[in-house]
Antibody, heavy 118, light 110 residues
Framework: EVQLVESGGGLVQPGRSLRLSCAAS????????MHWVRQAPGKGLEWVSG????????VYADSVKGRFTVSRDDTKNSVYLQMDGLRAEDMALYYC???????????WGQGTMVTVSS | QSVLTQPPSVSAAPGQKVTISCSGN????????VSWYQQLPGTTPKLLIY???QRPSGIPDRFSGSKSGISATLGITGLQTGDEADYYC???????????FGGGTKLTVL
């Protein structure tokens, strides 16, 4: 079964850091780019960041550029999102998503919640 | 405010047809594939349409997609109460070098 399982979310104070992890299974991980999409409570979907299949290209939304870093470890079939300098507006459910050919988010994880509050 | 513009809400009666529009520009919809996602209440988004008009396996042919110029449209026929959900369009934006989502459209089946 193709599956993405996120972890690492939680409550963090403004300005602090958090690292999200996403473990993939059921498919050839290093064939795919992987992305992160977030959804603030009661709001729409917002693309956050992505890393290419070989890790050579990384892209970020302007709202997180310079604060978030995406990475992958193909030996562990995992993708990560290092979030530094967290702000109240970063509070959201963070989804790990497989990015397939044709710019498609075809597999979604269940999400991990990040709460930023003092 | 989203780069891709969708109506906040649409509604129709069971059995009827509804369309949801998604408007962008030449940097996004105009030169890239559009996909659509359905998010049922309290659930994870699900891919509904990819490559403008292709349905993944398991998606009924009641759902269709089209693209013309800088706009895309999702069509749903034979509406069912189970179709009540939020629908999002998405595409790559070449000038922003990232993926853009529409603001989402809430479908109500009256």
């Amino acid at each position: 079964e193709v599956q993405l399982v996120e972890s690492g979310g939680g409550l963090v104070q403004p300005g602090r850091s958090l690292r999200l992890s996403c473990a993939a299974s059921g498919f050839t991980f290093d064939d795919y780019a992987m992305h992160w999409v977030r959804q603030a409570p009661g709001k729409g979907l917002e693309w956050v960041s992505g890393v290419s299949w070989n890790g050579g290209s990384k892209v970020y939304a302007d709202s997180v550029k310079g604060r978030f870093t995406v990475s992958r470890d193909d030996t562990k079939n995992s993708v990560y999102l290092q979030m530094d300098g967290l702000r109240a507006e970063d509070m959201a459910l963070y989804y790990c998503v497989r990015f397939a050919y044709g710019d498609v988010f075809d597999i979604w994880g269940q999400g991990t919640m990040v709460t930023v509050s003092s | 405010q989203s780069v891709l513009t969708q109506p906040p809400s649409v509604s129709a009666a069971p059995g009827q047809k509804v369309t949801i529009s998604c408007s962008g520009n030449s940097s996004n919809i105009g030169n890239n594939y559009v996909s659509w996602y359905q998010q049922l209440p309290g659930t994870t988004p699900k891919l509904l349409i990819y490559d403008n008009n292709q349905r993944p396996s398991g998606i009924p042919d009641r759902f269709s997609g089209s693209k013309s110029g800088i706009s895309a449209t999702l069509g749903i026929t034979g509406l069912q109460t189970g179709d009540e959900a939020d629908y999002y369009c998405a595409t790559w934006d070449s000038s922003l070098s990232g993926v853009m989502f529409g603001g989402g459209t809430k479908l109500t089946v009256l």
